[in-house]
């Protein structure tokens, strides 16, 4: 739909979305272009820090459903000063759109729980937003270590285990796709209006 620097820029502040956000090199566009079956709508590269807009993607032709692709933070090899611009950009989004039903929360699952994610987990918290948590790139781990670092993540959240849920995921398999889209389907309903 669109690509907003600012949140001053983004569509209008009406319908549902949810956003995918997480450090540079996570897996979130893989991510999004697995769920959406389209190996091109969000930009991947071998490069971190290639999402440096707040970018929209609408669903389901004329509804008010989007998907949004937040910039990558952390790792980019971006300059200082465009990294504070990306997080203050980050945050006016998180704390002042209205329409923000539920985060995703992208980390691979051999690195999750950065400084950077406890600090989304946060923003998260003080608004009051459901938080999904992918961990991506779990065909690089054995099925036993996978679900080993599954379990130490819920157990490290378990205070937030009201706001937080956790899957593994893999773009490559394609596994943890249908778990996905459930909570998706569950965050973007659109109440009716009242007849």
Request: aromatic share 6%; net charge positive; proline share 5%.
């Amino acid at each position: 739909m669109i690509s907003a620097p600012t949140l001053a820029q983004c569509p209008p502040d009406f319908g549902a979305e949810v956003a995918f956000a997480g450090r540079s090199n996570a897996g979130k566009s893989s991510s999004i272009n697995t769920l959406t079956q389209n190996s091109r709508l969000a930009r991947t590269s071998k490069t971190p820090g290639r999402t440096q807009l707040i970018n929209f993607f609408g669903l389901h032709n004329g509804t008010d459903q989007k998907l949004v692709d937040l910039p990558g933070y952390g790792y980019a090899k971006v300059p200082e000063k465009v990294k504070l611009e990306w997080q203050r950009h980050l945050s006016e989004y998180l704390l002042n759109r209205q329409v923000l039903r539920g985060i995703v929360l992208v980390m691979d699952i051999r690195h999750p729980l950065t400084e950077f994610d406890q600090m989304m987990l946060e923003w998260a918290d003080k608004v009051n937003k459901p938080v999904h948590i992918l961990l991506t790139k779990a065909d690089k781990l054995k099925k036993g270590a996978a679900k080993k670092a599954l379990l130490e993540v819920k157990q490290a959240l378990h205070e937030w285990e009201d706001l937080v849920s956790v899957q593994q995921f893999s773009a490559l398999k394609k596994d943890g796709v249908p778990q996905l889209r459930q909570k998706l389907d569950e965050w973007l309903q659109l109440e009716l209006p009242e007849a």
